[in-house]
Each structure stands twice: as C-alpha cells, then as structure tokens.
C-alpha cells in the first residue's frame, strides 16, 4: 500500500500465506497500536487479491483509527500457496493469518468486502474470544452462505450493486434486526466513492477522527 508497508510470509494450512501488515502513525515512536485489523480481499477466482482498492482503502480506515491494518492473499494468489477450496479453507487461511500476526488477547477488528466478508462472518464464529467489531462492505451474501454476526457489525452496501444485489443484504441483515449503510448510486466497487466509504468507516468508530 505504501513504502512503509511489511510483507511477509507466514505459515497455512495450505502452505505459505502472503501478508501485508501496516502501521498507524506513531508506532515508530512507541505508540502501540490499538489491535488487530484483519482484512479478507473478494473472490480470488474473479481476481480478488490483497490489493483491491476497496481493501486497501479499509486498511487506510484502520490505520487512521489508530489499529495495525492486517491484509493477505488467499490461497493460490500471489505468493500464497495452495488453491481455491470454495470458501472453506480460505477462512482456515484467515485464521492462520491471526495465529501468526496477533499476539494473545489482542484487541481484533475482523473486515472484508465481499467474498472476504463471508470470509470474516465465518472466522467470527471460530474464534476463542470474540472480535471487538466485524466491518462487511458489500458482504456477497447472495453467493455465499454468510453467518450471523453481532449487532453492532458495520455493513455499508451500494445501492446500485450489479454483484450481490441490495435486496440480498437486506434479506440476509432483516432476521438479525442489523442496520445496513446503503450508499446512493454506489455499486460493488465503490468507484469514484472510495473516500466516503473511508469516512464512513472511520466515522463507525470515531467521529472526532473524521
């Protein structure tokens, strides 16, 4: 994401993960930060990596709000070894990326966007000790089987999304009474509105930071 970003390779059950960690400011200078932001990329089978804009953009919310911003490839993308298993093993992958980037009891924040927010309802379920908060943008929940998740989970979904289709959102959101942030004329990809799905992210947390 920038030249202060870490890569590295950390074991799977697959075989080597690629991860790219970055840091708030001030961690240089002895300034923890708040936790553990993991962020799950769309579907690798239709070009989804750690890189896709709408990820790094919720990196950069994270960062902002003080968290270290955790990103990763799926099996079989880019360095990460293995291949596509429909679903489950990536969210095998996203656990493995804890294990080995989080420290005991750390503060977590679980993220994705599409694909990677089915990815992150399902870790959600796995864990030990539960996430402070999960962030689904454009959670693809027509494509694919995504969990129930706490109350006060960040949904924000386009209007116009031609990918998973509002009402499919809706659907999976009204049972468990959760709000969901609908953007105006905004579909999947958030183009030309990545700056506002930022903010909305960070203003979710803390306004003051806005």
């Given amino acids: 994401m920038n030249s202060q970003t870490e890569k590295r390779l950390v074991p799977g059950p697959a075989g080597q993960i690629e991860v790219a960690i970055d840091l708030p400011p001030g961690s240089n200078s002895g300034t923890p930060p708040l936790g553990t932001a993991l962020i799950c990329h769309p579907n690798p089978t239709q070009g989804g990596t750690m890189d896709n804009k709408v990820v790094q953009t919720l990196a950069r919310a994270f960062i902002q709000l003080g968290w270290r911003a ?18 489950r093993g990536e969210v095998d992958d ?9 420290a005991p009891g750390e503060a977590l924040i679980l993220s994705g966007f599409s694909f990677g927010g089915y990815v992150a309802s399902r870790a959600a379920q796995r864990l030990a000790e539960p996430a402070r908060r999960l962030v689904l943008v454009g959670p693809a929940t027509s494509r694919f089987d995504t969990a129930p998740v706490p109350a006060d989970t960040v949904v924000i979904h386009g209007e116009v999304d031609d990918v998973v289709p509002l009402a499919a959102v809706l659907d999976w959101a009204r049972p468990q009474g959760l709000p969901v942030t609908v953007v105006p004329g905004v579909g999947h990809f958030f183009h030309g509105q990545l700056p506002l799905l930022k903010s909305l992210v960070v203003r979710a947390f803390d306004p ?3």
């Fill in 70 to 87: 955790v990103r990763f490839n799926f099996r079989g993308i880019g360095q990460s070894a293995g291949g596509w298993d429909e679903g």
């Fill in 94 to 102: 996203a656990l493995a990326v804890l294990d080995a980037v989080r």
């Fill in 208 to 210: 003051t930071k806005i």
